[in-house]
């Protein structure tokens, strides 16, 4: 039994806590392997934290409230983010660990395999919309039919489809449960952070969070109205305050899978979870049945750009989806 301060204890309610960590991860002792690239590894974290920030700038979060309004905001956030796969990379091979080059590795093609169908279903709402600012997509969504439900791309066919997949391939960008596979614990340990400890692995985890903020922050964008209110009468409250109210929804939602479903991401099993994942090749036909959607996704909002596009779409995903066979990989080891 232990007898110590938790979470819910520092403070009023437990809110000094993230202080609290902050303050012990800055005095613990910073190890470096011995025959590690010293600069790599101490650069690794920090560019991880500085693509995350970059991504936070181009999202607005109120009417006039957009850090860098630039016409290519969109492009300008999957251009900055695709800079993560290069961070974790250099995670994993500045550790001279095969523990860490492993989890690396994995961690890459995990994020490579759906950044594509993440990319994929934005087109739909840059193509109908015709901009990439994420400003004009947000005014285009801040109409009403009869003053109550409100013009989201979320509650058209292709936009609910749409949000559906780009929230699953959000979950797998950030790594998070699910879609954690980089980090199995009974092979890899904690994959390319093994060999960080005090504020870099603190960094690592911070820049996680921030990534997971700024998918969510977009996906408020693209689908949910950005700050506009989901009721015409309800427009008086500020901006920001509805931005921040949906954003609040989908990281509990983040929060709240990763609480649920924990038999997926730990125990006894990872074994068997990365025979599923990685060996049998499931994940790579899941990723090609998601593609297949994301194709069709694109193409009913290009031709219909209404809701009842929507019979075109059913028949163009059975077009694209049936009549392939993904064979079973079989990998064979030396015993």
Known sequence: MQNRYGPNRVGP???????????????????VPARADKVVHFLAPVVLAAVAILTLGVIPY??????????GGILFFFAVGSATELA???AGWASNNKFSMLGAMRAIAQMFSYELPLIITVLPVVMVVGSLMPDRIVFAQGEYTLGIVPRWFVFTPW???AFILFFVSGLVESNRTPFDVPEGESEIVAGHMTEYSGFKYATFF????LGMFAVSGLAVTLFLGGWHAPVRVLEFVPSYVWFFAKLSVLLFVYIWLRGNAPAHARGSNDECRLEVHVADGVHVRHCRGRLALCRARVCAAGCGRCSSSSLFTAALSIL?????KFARRVYRFAE
């Open 62 to 71: 109120g009417r006039n409230m957009t850090a860098f309004t630039i016409d």
């Open 206 to 209: 911070m820049a996680e969070y």
């Open 88 to 90: 974790v990379f250099m």
């Open 13 to 31: 309610f437990g809110l000094f806590q993230p202080v609290a960590d902050g303050i012990k991860m800055l005095i613990k002792e910073d190890i």
């Open 320 to 324: 694209l989806d049936t009549r392939r």
């Open 159 to 161: 936009g609910a489809a």
